[in-house]
T-cell receptor
């Protein structure tokens, strides 16, 4: 079955440093979504990428979808304490739109 | 805003008990899901439903069953709870098929002792 791997599992950064999490699928995806889960909270949708090579930005967050539609990344510039949480990618296959979630990257910020 | 409500936030059950986790969504979504979340394993799909009375197994259905008698309600059932089912359970819904955005409930923390 489809597998979605995400690295790193944990990331500790100083406030103001950049952060990147990477997502890799074993199969070509129809689209990929990113979610954020704050400590003690539930995952909340951030963005969806559909096109090969697509890049989308949300303020300090930059999302990329690979040319082969098998990998994706989320980059946060100049992290802030509000960025703390676990970031999940979730991929959907063609013809089977069930989302498969990655294992998540837990981001902690050192003030 | 979409609201997905899970009936219980925290539960403690004994091994062998039958456990019901209830979930209701208020946006007339067709699809509903049950995930469990464990450290280092991410979110794993247990069951999902794309219509009333329809259900499909996810990646880890063993030990679980589901019921969807009404469009807005999706129940997860643990027929005989075991300690390895101690976990956080997340209910979710989405508008329709096609990789649509998933909206999650607050989660239910289940401890089986």
């Amino acid at each position: 079955g489809q597998q979605v791997m995400q690295i790193p599992q944990y990331q500790h950064v100083q406030e103001g440093e950049d952060f990147t999490t990477y997502c890799n699928s074993s199969t070509t995806l129809s689209n990929i979504q990113w979610y954020k889960q704050r400590p003690g909270g539930h995952p909340v949708f951030l963005i969806q990428l559909v096109k090969s090579g697509e890049v989308k930005k949300q303020k300090r967050l930059t999302f990329q979808f690979g040319e082969a539609k098998k990998n994706s990344s989320l980059h946060i510039t100049a992290t802030q304490t509000t960025d703390v949480g676990t970031y999940f990618c979730a991929g959907a296959n063609f013809g089977n739109e069930k989302l498969t979630f990655g294992t998540g990257t837990r981001l902690t910020i050192i003030p | 805003d979409v609201k997905v409500t899970q009936s219980s936030r925290y539960l403690v059950k004994r091994t062998g008990e039958k456990v019901f986790l209830e979930c209701v969504q208020d946006m007339d979504h067709e699809n509903m899901f049950w995930y469990r979340q464990d450290p280092g394993l991410g979110l794993r799909l247990i069951y999902f439903s794309y219509d009333v009375k329809m259900k499909e197994k996810g990646d880890i259905p063993e030990g679980y069953s589901v019921s969807r008698e009404k469009k807005e309600r999706f129940s997860l059932i643990l027929e005989s709870a075991s300690t390895n089912q101690t976990s956080m359970y997340l209910c979710a819904s989405s508008l329709s098929w096609g990789g649509n955005t998933i909206y999650f409930g607050e989660g239910s923390w289940l401890t089986v002792v």
